[in-house]
C-alpha cells in the first residue's frame, strides 16, 4: 500500500478529491488501484484560512510494485500492517495467568492471553459497565459515592468515562494491532485515518463489553467487585494472589491497577515491592463556549460543516516547570472523578458527537520526584491533600470549587456563570483556587494562563470558568521492572499500564498491557 501526503484541499472538497489528487501526484492510473482510503485527514488553520489535508491510502492491483514509487519520497510511502505473532514458550504454567484491572492495559493483555490459550482470570474491582454506569449517574444525581464503582474504577478502567483518545506520542507497531481490535469491536471507523482519533465514551462502553466477552469466549473469567488484596510470595517469588473470595494459585500476575489504585500501591508497599515516586501535574478544568474556540482556531471559516470540532494544546515553560494543557475535549464536559471519600477530583469527558456547549481541558502544571524527595507515599499524600482541600472549599457534597479564568490571575475569587455554563455535575462553589495550591504551583499556572491568551485568543475572556481541582493526570508512582517487564521486587509479576507508571493515555496502557501479555506468553505453555 501506498501512502501520499500532504494533499491540501480546499474546505469544500472531499474524499473523492482527495483520491484523485493523490493518483495525479504519483501518476496512477485509476484501473491500476485495487482500493482506496483516507489514511489520515487533519486540518491547517494557520493563516485564517484553514484547509483539509489528507494522506491518502492506494492499494495497488499489481502487488509488489509498490518500490518503484520510492523516488517520490518523503511525499509518498509504502505502508505495510506490522506483523505481530507470538508464540508460546514451553516451560508448563501451572495455573491461568492473573490479571489484576480491566483498564486499558489490563483489558488487551487479557484478550492476548485468552487468544493465546492460557484462560485468564481478572480480577476488577469494580462492577460490571451497566452497573457502573448506574453508580456514576448514582454519584452524579445524589452524590453517593460507591469507592470502587465510579468514574476511576470499573470495566473498562478510567479511560472508559473520559473522550476516548487514542492519540499517543508512542511510535509503536502495536497501536495498529489495537486500532484494528478496536474497530473489530465496533469503534467508529474514523478511529482508523483521524489525526486526533477519539471513540467517545458513549460508543466505547459497547466496544470494551464486546472485547469482555471475546476474552470469555475463548475461556477467560473476569471477576468484577473482586479487588486484588494481598500477595503470597514464597522465595522471591509469587505463590499466589489474594482476594476477598480467597486465594487464588498463581505463577504469573500481570498488574494493571490503573492510576487511582492507592489502596493496592500501599498493599504492594507491604509486600516488599520498591514504589518510586515519579512526574505528574496538578491543576484544573478550563471551559470556555466551543464556538469561541473555533472561532479563535479557524477565523471566518469557523462553523464550517467540513471542519472537525475545535481541538487545542498549549504549553509553556515557567522557571523550571511547565504549564500545559491535557485531555482537551471538544464539545463535553467536567466531570465528577472522586474515588475516596471526602475528597473532590475533576476530569474531563465528551461524547462521540462532540456536540455539548463547552469546551473543556486540563490547565496543569509539573511537579516531580523532586517536589517530594523521591518518596512516592509523599506523592500519593499530596494528591490526597489537594482533593480534600478541593472538597472543603465546594462546601461538602462533591460539589467542586470554581471561579472564572480572570478572577484566578487577579486572585480574586469569584465566580460569574452567565455565558460560560459549568458542567460539572455536582455543583461548583465560588473559590480563590490559588489557595489551595502551593504558592509557586499557582503562580506557575497564573503565568501559563496568560501566555495561552498569546496563543489562543481569548483564553483568558472574563467568562471561562476554572474548575478544581484536577489532580489524577497520571500516576504518581513507577514499580521497577527489569528489560523483560517483570518485576525486579517478585519474579512472576509483570507491572504494566499507567498505574505502574509506564504509560499516558488508553492507547499507551493497552499497547503496554499487550507487552507484559507477550512476554508472559513467550516464557509459558497454557496451564492443562
Same mark, same amino acid.
Given at each position: ?110 484478550? #492476548? ?9 481478572? #480480577? ?64 467508529? +471507523? ?263 491568551? +498569546? ?74
Amino acid at each position: 500500500m501506498l501512502l501520499v501526503r500532504d494533499i491540501r484541499l480546499p474546505l469544500a472538497a472531499g474524499e473523492q478529491e482527495a483520491v484523485a489528487a493523490a493518483l495525479k501526484k504519483t501518476g496512477l492510473p485509476r484501473h491500476g488501484i485495487k482500493n482506496t482510503g483516507i489514511a489520515k485527514l487533519s486540518v491547517d488553520a494557520r493563516h485564517g484560512r484553514p484547509s483539509l489535508v489528507y494522506t491518502v491510502a492506494l492499494e495497488l492491483a499489481d502487488e509488489g510494485a509498490e518500490r518503484s514509487f520510492e523516488r517520490f519520497a518523503p511525499y509518498v510511502s509504502i505502508a505495510a500492517p506490522a506483523a505481530f505473532t507470538v508464540h508460546n514458550g514451553t516451560r508448563p504454567l501451572a495455573h491461568s495467568p492473573v490479571v489484576c484491572g480491566f483498564g486499558p492495559a489490563g483489558l488487551f493483555a487479557a484478550l #492476548l492471553l485468552a487468544r493465546q490459550g492460557f484462560r485468564p482470570i481478572v #480480577l476488577e474491582r469494580g462492577p460490571a459497565m451497566e452497573q457502573r454506569a448506574q453508580a456514576v449517574e448514582r454519584f452524579n444525581a445524589a452524590g453517593l459515592l460507591d469507592e470502587n464503582a465510579n468514574i476511576q474504577f470499573g470495566e473498562g478502567g478510567a479511560g472508559t468515562f473520559s473522550d476516548g483518545k487514542l492519540t499517543t506520542r508512542i511510535n509503536d507497531p502495536l497501536c495498529a494491532f489495537v486500532t484494528r481490535t478496536l474497530l473489530a469491536h465496533g469503534a467508529p +471507523r474514523d478511529i482508523a485515518y483521524k489525526q486526533k482519533p477519539h471513540i467517545g465514551t458513549d460508543a466505547l462502553r459497547d466496544v470494551i463489553v464486546s472485547i469482555r466477552r471475546e476474552v470469555e469466549a475463548l475461556g477467560g473469567k473476569v471477576l468484577f467487585n473482586t479487588p486484588l488484596t494481598g500477595l503470597r510470595v514464597r522465595d522471591g517469588r509469587l505463590a499466589a494472589v489474594c482476594t476477598p473470595q480467597g486465594e487464588l494459585p498463581c505463577g504469573a500476575l500481570l498488574l494493571a491497577p490503573g492510576h487511582s489504585a492507592r489502596d493496592t500501591f500501599e498493599m504492594l508497599d507491604g509486600a516488599g515491592f520498591t514504589l518510586q515516586a515519579k512526574p505528574f501535574s496538578v491543576g484544573f478544568r478550563a471551559e470556555h463556549l466551543q464556538r469561541r474556540i473555533e472561532e479563535s482556531l479557524y477565523h471566518d471559516a469557523a462553523g464550517h460543516p467540513a471542519l472537525p470540532r475545535g481541538e487545542y494544546q498549549l504549553s509553556q515553560h515557567v522557571g523550571g516547570r511547565c504549564v500545559y494543557t491535557f485531555c482537551m475535549c471538544p464539545g463535553g464536559s467536567v466531570v465528577a472523578a472522586a474515588s475516596e471519600t471526602g475528597r473532590a477530583v475533576t476530569n474531563g469527558m465528551s461524547l462521540h458527537a462532540r456536540d455539548g456547549e463547552n469546551a473543556n481541558a486540563a490547565v496543569v502544571v509539573s511537579v516531580n520526584e523532586a517536589d517530594f524527595g523521591g518518596d512516592a507515599r509523599r506523592a500519593i499524600a499530596f494528591q490526597r491533600e489537594l482533593e480534600t482541600k478541593a472538597y472543603a472549599a465546594g462546601g461538602g457534597g462533591y460539589a467542586a470549587p470554581a471561579e472564572n479564568v480572570r478572577s484566578f490571575l487577579e486572585g480574586a475569587g469569584t465566580l460569574h456563570t452567565g455565558v460560560v455554563k459549568p458542567t460539572y455535575p455536582r455543583g461548583v462553589t465560588a473559590c480563590d483556587l490559588g489557595s489551595l495550591l502551593p504558592g509557586e504551583l499557582t503562580g506557575a499556572l497564573r503565568a501559563g494562563l496568560s501566555a495561552f491568551e +498569546r496563543k489562543l485568543r481569548g483564553y483568558t475572556a472574563p467568562e471561562a470558568v476554572l474548575t478544581g481541582l484536577e489532580t489524577r493526570t497520571s500516576s504518581p508512582v513507577r514499580l521497577p521492572r527489569d528489560e523483560n517487564g517483570e518485576s525486579t521486587d517478585v519474579r512472576g509479576v509483570w507491572p504494566c499500564g499507567e498505574g505502574p507508571g509506564y504509560a499516558g493515555g488508553i492507547m499507551s496502557a493497552a499497547v503496554d498491557g499487550l507487552r507484559a501479555a507477550a512476554r508472559v506468553a513467550q516464557n509459558f505453555s497454557p496451564a492443562p
